[in-house]
């Protein structure tokens, strides 16, 4: 059955890939998306890929009542929403937290109000593994409390806690995928992820030390409580991430949620630093430089998901391997050395 879905962040890197699933399933589209952090290339290119012009574009900012009423308008009938538009910056938001919650939680606010005037209250949420802040007990299972350690993540931890009661309060259907580290890009090379500046993530900075843009990866800490040293993180491809999201809408059209139905988006894998690092020159054939440097403040030494709860109840779990995500964020890298702008 064709859908029309609202893709708050469309442009972005989950987002994009994600307009690309919904839209190879037949969907209709409106993205309302500010560029803040990427392009309207994307948006090009995803609907080449898919052979499909049924993507609107709203040009405008989520916390803007005038700007979400006109994605509304733009679609005519909304079946569900899905929430990618925010911030993700850790650092940023412990120098910013105004910013965050503005974005973050403001942004969710108005845009929830939006839905409820418009008759829309079926929504899935971008939310982090960073909510479960610094755990000791592996892997993380969703009925484990939250307990962020920085702006960024009490943001999100905030949103899920506003959405829980909006459910209580009347006929909405929530989903909150708590993603893990999304990695990799769409085979084809075509879209992947954009940072502006120098990458914050590991995945990113290195393929971009692989293309010869950066002299050497610096790997933060090898003194963690991990075999090797470095901490662990549950990598998945942004393909199986993309997925889970046309699952998640599926499920809420087709069943009645009282609560926010709260999912981890892992693979249950955990992988260090170095390891990493080594799957990706297994991968291309290349050899990445190194530098080991001291601890980054605020990093865990392990992070890893149960997917267990995703596959019983969406039957989604991450299926592609470490070599896929290795390979397709190379190519995607080699392909687009500047990202979507024409000069680096
Ligand atoms: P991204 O920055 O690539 O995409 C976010 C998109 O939202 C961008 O297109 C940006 O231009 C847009 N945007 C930002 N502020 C906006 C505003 N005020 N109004 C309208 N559009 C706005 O990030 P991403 O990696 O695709 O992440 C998508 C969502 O998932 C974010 O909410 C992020 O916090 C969350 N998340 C990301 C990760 C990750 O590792 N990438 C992990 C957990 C959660
Ligand atoms: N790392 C390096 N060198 C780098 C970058 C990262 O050694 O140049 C290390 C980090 O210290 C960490 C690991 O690689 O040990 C992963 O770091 P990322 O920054 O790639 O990922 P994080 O787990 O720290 O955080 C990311 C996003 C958050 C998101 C979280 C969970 O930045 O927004 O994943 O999805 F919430």
């Given amino acids: 059955m064709v859908r029309r879905v609202l893709i708050t962040g469309g442009a972005g890197f989950i987002g994009s890939h994600t307009c690309l699933v919904l839209l190879e399933q037949g969907h209709e589209l409106v993205v309302l998306d500010n560029f803040d952090n990427s392009s309207p290339e994307a948006l090009r290119r995803v609907q080449e890929l898919a052979g499909s012009t049924q993507l609107n574009l709203v040009e405008g900012d989520v916390r803007d009542p005038s700007a979400v009423d006109q994605a509304f308008s733009a679609a005519g009938t909304v079946d569900g929403v899905i929430h990618f538009a925010g911030l993700k910056a850790v650092e940023e938001s412990v120098s910013d937290p ?18 409820d005037r418009h008759g829309c209250r ?17 892997p993380l299972r969703e009925d484990m409390p939250t307990a962020p350690v920085n702006p960024y993540a009490e943001t999100k931890v905030a949103v899920e806690q506003m959405l829980t009661a909006l459910c209580r309060s009347g006929s909405w259907q929530v989903a909150c995928l708590r993603y893990f580290n999304p990695v ?3 085979p084809s090379g075509r879209i992947g992820e954009d940072p502006m500046g120098i990458p914050n993530n590991l995945f990113p900075f290195m393929t971009q030390v692989a293309a010869g843009r950066r002299d050497r990866l610096l790997i933060f800490g090898q003194d963690y409580p991990t075999p090797d040293g470095t901490c662990i993180r549950d990598y998945l491809h942004v393909m199986d991430l993309a997925e889970a999201h046309g699952m998640a809408l599926e499920h809420l059209w087709e069943r009645t949620t009282p609560d ?17 690092v080594r799957g990706f020159e297994q991968a291309t054939g290349l050899t990445i430089p190194l530098e080991f440097v001291g601890r980054r403040p605020g990093d865990v030494p392990r992070s890893l998901a149960s997917p267990e709860k995703a596959q019983t109840v969406l039957g989604w779990s991450a299926h592609r391997t470490l070599e896929e995500m290795c390979r397709d964020g190379w190519s995607w890298q080699q392909g687009n050395p500047a ?3 024409q000069n680096p």
């Fill in 339 to 341: 990202g979507y702008r």
């Fill in 260 to 276: 926010p139905l709260t999912l981890n988006i892992g693979t249950g894998r955990g992988l260090s630093v170095l390891e990493m």
């Fill in 184 to 186: 990799g890009a769409h």
């Fill in 98 to 115: 105004l910013h965050y919650w503005d974005v973050n939680v403001n942004g969710s606010r108005v845009l929830a109000a939006a839905m």
């Fill in 122 to 138: 079926t929504l899935v949420f971008s939310s982090t593994s960073t909510a479960y802040g610094k755990p000791e007990t592996f």
